[in-house]
């Protein structure tokens, strides 16, 4: 059971905490993204940057139809540059829990979920051509990256160096879930 915190008063964000989040969420995307343009490099393709109903959208440069498996490589990119960082960060041993890593961990962790449910759907999403151009489903391709993600999700909430990730205990007893956003002078 998680014992609510002695003095309420004593809870303080460390200087530049949301700021270094922030930039580790940003560098988790921007990993995801430079996955897809390495990968189309590497098979041999020429990405490009462009706008798909007015969101930037890295293109790989390869036709689907003609080059599936090429196509696929392009498509799961993305989001395993982002699991074997998220790997790399709760493997290799470091001194963990900055909220540079916390955000880097939860950009992965957030884009995986996001392909496995609402995004899977798009008709450029990563899971749906990684489905067009493989013997995999949609839904099995969403259930590869988020057993990824579920399985990081359980190490975090396991290592006491991610304390408060996901759970904090409550000032009146219980668990709040998420985040909050406090008073500097609180």
Do not use: C
């Amino acid at each position: 059971m998680l014992e609510p915190a002695a003095d309420s008063t004593n809870h303080t964000t460390p200087p530049h905490y949301w700021r270094n989040l922030a930039a580790g969420f940003a560098t988790s995307i921007l990993a995801h993204e430079a996955g897809h343009v390495a990968a189309s490099l590497i098979v041999g393709a020429h990405p490009h940057f462009g706008l798909e109903d007015g969101k930037p959208t890295v293109f790989s440069g390869i036709d689907a139809n003609r080059q599936p498996y090429k196509q696929f490589v392009f498509s799961s990119a993305g989001l395993t540059v982002q699991a074997i960082v998220d790997e790399m960060i709760l493997d290799i041993p470091h001194n963990r829990g900055g909220s540079f890593e916390r955000g880097i961990l939860a950009g992965g962790i957030a884009t995986a979920y996001f392909y496995a449910t609402f995004g899977r759907n798009a008709p450029n999403s990563d899971i749906t051509y990684m489905a067009r151009t493989s013997t995999l489903s949609k839904t099995q391709a969403s259930l590869i990256y988020a057993g990824l993600a579920t399985i990081q999700t359980v190490r975090i909430a396991r290592d006491g160096r991610y304390a408060n990730f996901f759970l904090r205990p409550s000032f009146a007893g219980g668990i709040n879930v998420g985040v909050a956003l406090l008073p500097a002078d609180r």
